[in-house]
Structures are given as C-alpha cells and as structure tokens.
C-alpha cells in the first residue's frame, strides 16, 4: 500500500513563515518528488521537485528564493520550507511521489490528500 500524508500547514500572516512535511509509506517510497498546490478556483499547479537522493532541487519561478525544498531520506520525509508569505501563496498543498510508471496526473503516480495553507492577516 503507497500512501503519501501532509501535515504543516495553517493559518499564516503575509511575511510569515511556514514548514510543510509530507511524510511517504509503502510503494510511495524511494522515489524522486515534487510539491504543488491548488488556490481556490484554479488549476493545481507545481511548486517545487526534489530527486530520490535529495542532491538535485528545483523550484517555480513564483517561489524561488522564498521556498526551499528538502528530503530525509531516513525519515521517507519531504519538506517545504515556505518565507515570505503571500497572499498569493493560499491554497492547499499537495506532495506527490513519481512512482514506478509516471502514469498518473502530471506524471505522478502517488498523491497525499493535501494541507491548507491560508495567508492573511
């Protein structure tokens, strides 16, 4: 059984700081990863990718230099560590594992069931 669960987000004022973790299980783990997240009323969009080592990172332009992400290997953990806050930045967020055949939606075959993140004062 694949199982990939997200825990971290919360309510956040602009310029604050947030840590998500995404936490994979099963057949999720071992893979190359990636984060994305769904505003309200839009397209899920990618955030973010980390390779199985962890040695290799990219970020979307909208985020870089605000966010950072980083895996534990030894804890099948992934994290995004989120600075300066937007409003933009709302939405829930998503890990997702790439998986033995890269069939799924945008090419991952595992998903988790998301963390809110809600940036407002």
């Known amino acids: 059984q694949a199982q990939l669960v997200e825990s971290g987000g919360g309510l956040v004022q602009p310029g604050g700081s947030l840590r998500l973790s995404c936490v994979a299980s099963g057949r999720a783990r071992g893979y190359a990863m990636a984060w994305f997240r769904q505003a309200p009323g839009k397209k899920r969009e990618f955030v973010a990718t980390?390779?199985?080592?962890?040695?290799?990172?990219y970020v979307d332009d909208s985020v870089k230099g605000r966010f950072t992400i980083s895996r534990d290997n030894a804890k099948d953990t992934i994290y995004l560590e989120m600075n300066s806050l937007l409003p933009d930045d709302t939405g829930d967020y998503y890990c997702a594992a790439v998986g033995s055949t890269s069939t799924g939606p945008m090419g991952y075959d595992y998903w988790g069931q998301g963390t809110q993140v809600t940036v407002s004062s």
């Open positions: 980390v390779s199985e080592s962890g040695g290799s990172t």
